[in-house]
């Protein structure tokens, strides 16, 4: 797929204009660039989907309750460590410049800041159904 095709399908789905810098930075990649994140999509039509963008901060050791999304969710750590396990994984520490990927529906069992001392921030790119809540708790 050529970047045109790419770029018209990203902007057909909703999300071209937030990712289209990142697409012309990667028309224009040297040998010192590298692949921060890939992940294959789930089999869903987004027709009547939007994605929603989201500037998550967490205190000092703070962490949110289990909860799951509608959709599939992308992160990406912005400053400190991050503590992430979905159902059925193995607990994982994020750290500044990764990402991680959230299948339809999974249960996030821990969501929260690593460290006792220093604040944590991510960005959470949430696709869901229109109309229905971004995050549920179980």
Known sequence: MNRRVLFQTLVSTGIGTMLSPLIARASNATDGDQTVFEQDLPRVLLDN?????????????????AHRHP??????VLQGSLRFQLDGQTAT???????????????????????TTEPARLLAMIFAPRGQPLTTNV
């Open 49 to 65: 989907w939007k994605m929603t963008a989201l500037e998550v901060t967490y205190a000092p050791g703070e962490m949110d309750q």
């Open 71 to 76: 959709g599939f969710v992308f992160g990406y």
């Open 93 to 115: 520490t994020y750290h500044a410049g990764q990402m991680f990927y959230e299948f339809p529906g999974s249960v996030h069992r821990q969501s929260g800041n690593a460290s």
